[in-house]
């Protein structure tokens, strides 16, 4: 065969760095859009704070009904997690200034909602506890053409891989999105293209446009492709199945479920939750990874 990029790797690598806990103080609230709230963390808990990839993601601890807050416990480069299992929630690194001690959060503002309502009401000077980041996947050097697709959730991430891709790689990007007034102003690198794909009217985790959206894509022939996405399970599960179809590898992607439309959200144990990494992830993890 001719023309056509054959896979190196078959194994996901995962970037390796140790994941810490710490409590950092509220600094900021902004609105990005109307339906994304971006809340800046700082304080001295931030020193050694650190930031690698695009899809890095953290787990916010949040207190019990009771008001304890029972965060894990470092463990060498690992943390050790109370049993059960508390409350948390997964947010990505949407931009950490290590000069400035500061890193942003984006929350998608929806009915309920631990995180949710959180993040659109926590007095600035309050604390939370932050486990993380946690060591994502990494993009196999052979593959020099990214897709990347996600609904509001997957955002962060995306405007991060945009603004931080480095020259002389291609792709696309779309992001599904309730309508125009969410769209945000990112940076969209040479030989990139971004779309907005409005849902207009239909509620989030309920329509077909990332898997439309995929099904209208050819991947180059003359490189490998990398496929990212993340979003509502369901609508993210016909981008995995467009993926495989095109013979995209295991190592050449990682797509998974961010959220679920009315999970009840019940914490995860201790013996149901999985290790990672010394992390013990509850649902979330299992829902997105298929490995
Ligand atoms: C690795 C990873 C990174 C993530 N990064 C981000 C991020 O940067 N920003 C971000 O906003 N989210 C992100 N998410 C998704 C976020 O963790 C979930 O949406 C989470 O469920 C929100 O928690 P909550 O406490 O607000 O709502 P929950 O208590 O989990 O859920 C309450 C109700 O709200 C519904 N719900 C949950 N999320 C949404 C939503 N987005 N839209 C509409 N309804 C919803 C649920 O179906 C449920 O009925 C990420 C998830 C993962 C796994």
């Known amino acids: 065969m001719t023309g056509i990029a054959q896979p190196v790797r078959t194994k996901p690598q995962w970037a390796e760095f140790p994941i810490r806990i710490r409590e950092l103080q509220v600094l900021r609230r902004a609105l990005v859009t109307d339906s994304m709230v971006r809340i800046t963390l700082g304080g001295p808990g931030i020193v050694g704070f650190e930031s690698h990839l695009p899809d890095e993601h953290v787990k916010l601890v949040f207190p019990d009904p009771d008001g304890t807050t029972r965060a894990p416990v470092p463990d060498g480069d690992r943390l050790d997690w109370p049993n059960p299992f508390p409350p948390t929630r997964e947010y990505t690194v949407r931009r950490y200034d290590a000069d400035a001690g500061e890193v942003d959060f984006d929350f998608v503002v929806h009915r309920g909602g631990l995180a949710s309502t959180w993040a659109q009401g926590a007095p600035i ?50 992001v599904e999105i309730a309508g125009a007034s969410e769209e945000q102003n990112l940076r969209v690198p040479e030989g990139f293209t971004l779309h907005w794909l409005h849902r207009d009217g239909a509620p989030a985790g309920h329509s077909p446009l990332l898997g439309e959206f995929a099904r ?72 997105r990874r298929e490995h």
């Open 125 to 174: 000077g309050s604390s939370i506890w932050v486990a993380g980041p946690r060591p994502p996947r990494t993009v196999p050097e052979e593959c020099r053409h990214l897709v990347l697709l996600g609904d509001e959730t997957a955002l962060p991430a995306i405007g991060r891989w945009l603004e931080e891709m480095p020259a002389g790689l291609s792709g696309v990007a779309a």
């Open 216 to 287: 209208t894509l050819t991947l180059p022939t003359n490189v490998r492709s990398y496929v990212w996405a993340a979003g509502e399970a369901s609508t993210i599960k016909p981008v995995r199945r467009w993926a495989r179809a095109q013979g995209v590898t295991a190592a050449e992607y990682d797509i998974g479920g961010y959220w679920k439309v009315e999970s009840t959200r019940a914490e995860p144990t201790s013996v149901g939750a999985k290790v990672v990494n010394g992390v013990r992830h509850g649902w979330a993890h299992l829902l």
